[in-house]
């Protein structure tokens, strides 16, 4: 392959990934900001033990039927309701490995701190003041 | 293993705790933020000034091993007391970040173990969830230069 070819061909690689990387964090934000309002993870709990149609669902809020449309609708767009059809109903259910990712999204944050402590201890284990 | 870092930060908050508990004395827990050779061993980074007092301030840098420095970041020290208490901003430098105000509460357990309770607030929500994507965009990053080295390799 050519030179020329070949840096052509991984530019294309790079932006290749670098659009999936930008989908990834822009799919990310949404989820977050979809279990930020406490109307929504009230759905997501009621939702978690058994699969509930729409009206089922807007019975235990004061909203409107309409309103609570709407968080459905942004809820099921992120993923974290699954949809399961049942004649001519749909019924709404918690998607358990959708909740899981975002609970692991604070993981690698987590994990970074804890390998600077961990290693933060076995420095200061060792520690002989040269004084 | 469960970690012993605990971090709990609320949906829609704009700050975070982080926890941890170490089998060392607090003296020597506190030390290791104090002594500049030690702080850069643990935090990975160059120490470029460490002033331990009220009003002081501290500079960290870090160079790839070609020498470029990928990381940069500052702060000032707002109320510091030994063994105790460290009240400090904390800023990346040439980044999107705004200055973060971090409590830094050292405690003595027992004789031989302390705990560390580091409150940090951010400017805003979205800002403190985009600092704790930080580590897992890195990781794709790091994981997508990998993979063009490799791909990179087979096209030579």
Request: proline share 3%; charged share 25%; glycine share 4%.
């Amino acid at each position: 392959m050519s030179k020329k070819n070949n840096k052509i061909l991984r530019s294309q690689i790079t932006a290749l990934y670098l659009l999936s990387n930008n989908c990834t964090m822009e799919i990310r934000r949404d989820v977050f900001q979809a279990i930020a309002d406490p109307t929504r993870r009230a759905i997501l709990s009621l939702t978690a033990i058994h699969a509930m149609t729409p009206g089922v669902i807007a019975e235990n809020f004061d909203s409107s039927r309409q309103t609570i449309s709407k968080h459905i609708q942004i809820l099921t767009e992120c993923e974290l309701l699954s949809q399961q059809q049942n004649g001519r109903e749909i019924y709404y259910l918690t998607n358990a490995k959708k909740m899981k990712e975002v609970a692991d999204f604070i993981e690698p944050f987590r994990q970074m701190w804890d390998d600077r402590f961990n290693k933060l201890e076995t420095i200061m284990k060792n520690y002989k003041p040269n004084k | 293993m469960e970690l012993k870092t605990k971090i709990s930060a609320e949906d829609g908050q704009q700050d975070l705790v982080i926890t941890r508990e170490f089998e060392l004395p607090v003296e020597l827990l506190f030390k290791a933020y104090i002594e500049p050779e030690i702080v850069a061993q643990w935090m990975g980074t160059k120490v470029l000034k460490l002033e331990n007092k009220n009003h002081g301030g501290y500079q960290f840098e870090t160079s790839d091993p070609k020498g470029n420095v990928v990381f940069k970041a500052n702060g000032v020290i707002h109320e510091y007391i030994d063994n105790q208490r460290i009240t400090r901003t904390f800023e990346m430098e040439n980044s999107p970040f705004a200055v973060q105000l971090e409590f830094l509460e050292f405690e003595s357990v027992r004789d031989t173990t302390s705990k560390l309770t580091m409150h940090i607030i951010y400017k805003s929500g979205d800002l403190r969830d985009q600092m704790l994507k930080l580590p897992f965009a890195q990781g794709i990053n790091m994981a997508h230069n990998r993979l063009q080295e490799i791909v990179n390799k087979l096209k030579q």
